[in-house]
């Protein structure tokens, strides 16, 4: 079974696809400068593209974890969140308080993701 | 390969299992006026529950990542840790310091487990 | 399909294999005073130890969580990071700013990786 690895460089892959299953971290890439709401738009955008990329989209993520700098902005995160998954597919969830490599950062989401038939193998 | 999501509601879905493996996230559901012993005893009956619903039990947990708001209650959480899993089944395990959504929560705990067979396909 | 599990005592086992994909946490063992890029080496000693218990090396690593205890040592970690992987063969990676049990820890990883053929079944 071969490992898919989208876009290696020496520090990481974007995403990395085995067994089908694959995983991407994401952050605010465009404009760190937005609030929660405009980052988690952000995270969720490129994660879209993430998702094309293998052959899979936003109704198979399978586990968020979330790593949120400030829970005062817990709220603002969900609302943009709830509406983001389609009916009765939204993922496993953890989220925790965490400090971010870059200050402005204001969260950062590790996908694990069912990708499409042709990574299976 | 399906993808099986317990209980999906707009924000998360209690457990989604996926190629044969389970991933669900606890913290102290019924008291979390609880110490850190009876957060973590409600924790483990929560996943038994859960496992439970996924065709699978305690001898079946692959990882756990541990959330804990405090370190001085490691020992403690230790305790009733070291009682929960059958003999030569204790899963591999990450434990680090975060603070979570809820002051009151002292642990959370993200598992990765096999699920039954039915959950296979 | 077989979950097996490499040195498992009462708390943890080293590393668990399910499905073919392999997961283990590092810290460094040998030297906890050493500083980050020793502590950085040290692990990736051990995962090079890890990996062979389960027919694998360091070119079939899919995930690592990053813990790190403070990002000013984020440019050294890189350092000795960016030297370990062959080349297009570097995991997705999630990095975020955590204490960890033995204050003199300075890094936790969280590994997934490909095991071998003989841990698929």
Known sequence: MKIHRIN???RWSDIVVYNGIGTFTEVA????SADI???VQQIF???NTSLELIDSDNSRILAITIYITDFN???ALNEVWDEYFP???APS??????QLADPEYLVEMTFTVAAGDKFKS
């Open 73 to 75: 902005n817990l709220d």
């Open 8 to 10: 290696p460089n020496k």
């Open 37 to 39: 709401k405009g980052q």
């Open 93 to 98: 969830r953890a989220c925790v308080k965490a």
């Open 87 to 89: 009916k009765n597919c």
């Open 45 to 47: 955008e490129q994660a």
């Open 29 to 32: 890439d465009s404009d760190t």
